[in-house]
């Protein structure tokens, strides 16, 4: 059964080419296009969403207050001409950000991350949790998922990414595994020589740092974690400032 989802953009123009794209994925089926976050509010009192398209500049209300408005809000996906609100989307938990003009691949891969998102909450909603904390001291832990416990080896996690109330952690190999657990649970029980928090939604392994740039990470597995400028400073307090060669001494 096709995931329902809204489109919202002041610009007419906008917002008929993002439907129009969205009509071509079969995933999908679109159920409103509104001119205002005001009309949104209004579909989403009558009807259920799974996911909303919004701009972010729109008149009255814009795209980050309806977000914020919403008690029990669906997932978002923010579509803007503007990168300067990437940050605080993501503090948002939004599932994307996508600057215009949007093509039709890049629309394509923030659906699937987006359904990805909406399955795994439907799958926390039926699974149980977790309350038993891990044992300090190991080099390994174990996670539950698809009904079987998987044994990892913290050397091999490279960083990890919140998805609300649950995690994506990312391995050294590529892999990928879904935890049920929130990322602040899993910081707390995360070795805290190892890991260090770079971003509301993004822990990152120290020792899989290859290099750091202006607003992200880009780890030893080729993906990068951006990370918030509240955590510029101990990142770069526990990275380069220990290790940076200089030129005097």
Not at 72 to 90: G, K, L, M, N, R
Not at 170 to 186: D, F
Request: with cysteine; hydrophobic share 40%.
């Amino acid at each position: 059964m096709p995931y329902t989802c809204i489109v919202a953009d002041d610009i007419r123009v906008e917002r008929e080419a993002i439907a129009s794209q969205l009509k071509k994925l079969p995933a999908l089926t679109v159920i409103a296009v509104c001119a205002s976050a005001v009309e949104v509010m209004e579909v989403l009192r009558h009807q259920k969403a799974d996911l909303v398209f919004s701009d972010i500049n729109m008149p009255d209300i814009n795209g980050m207050e309806l977000l914020k408005s919403l008690k029990h809000p669906p997932a978002f996906i923010f579509v803007t001409s503007h990168t300067d609100y990437a940050a605080e989307s993501y503090e948002l938990d939004a599932v994307d950000y996508i600057v215009k003009p949007v093509t039709l691949p890049r629309l394509t891969k923030a659906v699937n991350k987006a359904i990805e998102y909406l399955t795994i909450r439907q799958q926390a909603a039926t699974q149980p949790v977790d309350e038993q904390p891990v044992s300090k001291g190991d080099n390994f832990f174990y996670i539950r998922e698809d009904g079987l416990y998987t044994r990892l080896l913290y050397d091999q996690v490279s960083h990890i990414e919140s998805m609300g109330d649950f995690c994506k952690i990312y391995t050294t190999a590529g892999q990928t595994h879904i935890v049920l657990v929130s990322l602040k649970n899993i910081e707390s029980q995360l070795p805290a020589d190892a890991f260090i928090r770079i971003h509301k939604q993004f822990i990152i392994n120290l020792q899989h740092i290859r290099n750091i740039g202006a607003d992200s990470v880009e780890m030893t597995n080729g993906q990068t974690a951006p990370y918030t400028a509240s955590f510029k400073q101990p990142l770069l307090d526990r990275t380069v400032n220990m290790k940076l060669i200089t030129r005097f001494i």
